[in-house]
T-cell receptor, first 113, second 116 residues
Framework: NAGVTQTPKFRVLKTGQSMTLLCAQD?????MYWYRQDPGMGLRLIHY???????AKGEVPDGYNVSRLKKQNFLLGLESAAPSQTSVYFC????????????FGEGSRLTVL | AQKITQTQPGMFVQEKEAVTLDCTYD???????LFWYKQPSSGEMIFLIY??????QNATEGRYSLNFQKARKSANLVISASQLGDSAMYFC?????????????FGAGTRLFVKA
């Protein structure tokens, strides 16, 4: 069972470079989320999607873009990486019902120098 | 604005004792769900328990129970008979309904230390 898969798991970028994080889920979930986790700040919602072709801003969307062209994939893009974007990024998905828990990927550790 | 507050950055509990981790939330959406997750040092997120805003009874899952006080907007996690393996970060989360766009946000977390 693959569940939620994030690629890459680790990445080092230089300031100004761009990159895309890919999240793939095989559970046919409607909802997908991108979070960043920083020490002492818990998980903060970057962007999320409630269905194929839809995206919405979360708590900390600046500097990130997302796309959900296929139901199973949710891409997170950094157009011009900054050191403040050094973090661990988690993708999650859930079914579209009230009690639908989030299923998380293993996380992607991004360092921006 | 949607908000989750966990006021205890760290907690200590003796093995086999019970412990309560606090969580308060703020929402104007009448329909919402509350979740607790555990994150051990290995980093994965583990779902523990769920409470719906319209549920009349407190949720329970094994040694975990959720003390839901709707009027006070609190959703505290109670862990009974603590075990050494319970040492981890614990996060409270809330998903609003249609009014809130179905987004799910998390609190800052509480680190639990279980002492032998």
């Amino acid at each position: 069972n693959a569940g939620v898969t994030q690629t890459p798991k680790f990445r080092v970028l230089k300031t100004g470079q761009s990159m895309t994080l890919l999240c793939a889920q095989d559970m046919n979930h409607e909802y997908m989320y991108w979070y960043r986790q920083d020490p002492g700040m818990g998980l903060r919602l970057i962007h999320y999607s409630v269905g194929e072709g839809t995206t919405a801003k979360g708590e900390v969307p600046d500097g990130y873009n997302v796309s959900r062209l296929k139901k199973q994939n949710f891409l997170l893009g950094l157009e011009s990486a900054a050191p403040s974007q050094t973090s661990v990024y988690f993708c999650a998905s859930s079914p579209n019902r009230g009690g639908g828990e989030l299923f998380f990927g293993e996380g992607s550790r991004l360092t921006v120098l | 604005a949607q908000k989750i507050t966990q006021t205890q950055p760290g907690m200590f509990v003796q093995e086999k004792e019970a412990v309560t981790l606090d969580c308060t939330y703020d929402t104007s959406d009448p329909s919402y769900g509350l979740f607790w997750y555990k994150q051990p040092s290995s980093g994965e997120m583990i779902f523990l328990i769920y409470q719906g805003s319209y549920d009349q009874q407190n949720a329970t899952e094994g040694r975990y129970s959720l003390n839901f006080q709707k009027a006070r907007k609190s959703a505290n996690l109670v862990i009974s008979a603590s075990q050494l393996g319970d040492s981890a970060m614990y996060f409270c989360a809330m998903r609003e309904g249609r009014t809130g766009g179905f987004k799910t946000i998390f609190g800052a977390g509480t680190r639990l230390f279980v002492k032998a």
